[in-house]
């Protein structure tokens, strides 16, 4: 019995060994990320790219992948190095190229300060790109699957929504979203969109998409809210004569 004691105590103890050995391995093995920026042999291919991780990013679920082709062609681009900041240094960030070695990057903080001009400028370059036939095919099929959400409106049926600004401006509000049924706009309901520019998408991007697939364009709500009261219709003269009324009391009230 004292030898198979022993035995399964050996035995018990290689258990933990191994264990230990792979616990070890687990926590000081470099992770790959660390691994492809630790390593310059490494193919850019293998790394994700600066479009792929900015649209990854939490809140960034309305933006879609802009083709590199397109934001490599100048043409594209016109006007938009008036309004970025660093637009240079921005363009071969969001591109993934080396940066120039200058003495601006001696500045601290001047990383952060290239990362959000980068992040305006892949945002005007969206709102210019969805408007395209690859664009608009990208977007519609986050569309159809739901990404913008649906339609709060209860006659409208939970209808797909779109992403759409009020202003082609950045700086001027934030993105809200469009229900082709009942032609309204709305906040999104999570507060991790708030900080969206609603000229990422521009004023125009739904529109565009329903002009040319007008084969997923809805149909206008058959149902409208009716206001009743003791199931009878409120006729338009009895909120005429309510703010008659209230205007007379705020006047009543004015007197000494």
Aim: charge should be negative; aromatic fraction near 14%.
């Amino acid at each position: 019995e004292y030898g198979e004691f022993q035995t399964f105590q050996h035995y018990f103890i290689q258990i933990n060994l191994r264990y230990y050995d792979l616990l070890v391995a687990t926590i000081y093995e470099p992770s790959s990320s660390s691994k492809s920026s630790a390593s310059s042999g490494m193919s850019s291919s293998e790394e994700v790219s600066w479009i792929s991780w900015f649209c990854a990013l939490r809140g960034n679920e309305y933006f879609c992948e802009v083709d590199e082709d397109y934001i490599q062609d100048k043409f594209n681009l016109t006007g938009l190095q008036e309004m970025v900041p660093h637009y240079k240094k921005a363009l071969d960030m969001i591109l993934d190229l080396e940066p120039d070695e200058d003495a601006e990057d001696a500045v601290l903080g001047a990383n952060d300060i290239v990362e959000q001009a980068a992040e305006l400028l892949y945002g005007l370059i969206h709102a210019r790109y969805i408007l395209t036939n690859r664009g608009l095919a990208m977007m519609l099929e986050k569309y159809q699957n739901s990404d913008f959400g649906t339609c709060i409106r209860v006659f409208c049926e939970h209808q797909l929504l779109l992403p759409i600004g009020l202003s082609d401006q950045p700086g001027e509000s934030m993105v809200k979203l469009y229900c082709p049924k009942c032609q309204d706009v709305y906040s999104p309901k999570s507060s991790r969109y708030h900080h969206v520019d609603g000229a990422f998408f521009g004023t125009s991007f739904p529109h565009m998409l329903f002009m040319v697939h007008s084969e997923y364009r809805p149909k206008a709500p058959t149902t409208n809210f009716v206001p009743r009261l003791y199931g009878f219709k409120i006729h338009p003269l009895a909120y005429q004569l309510q703010k008659d009324a209230a205007a007379q009391w705020k006047e009543y009230r004015k007197r000494p």
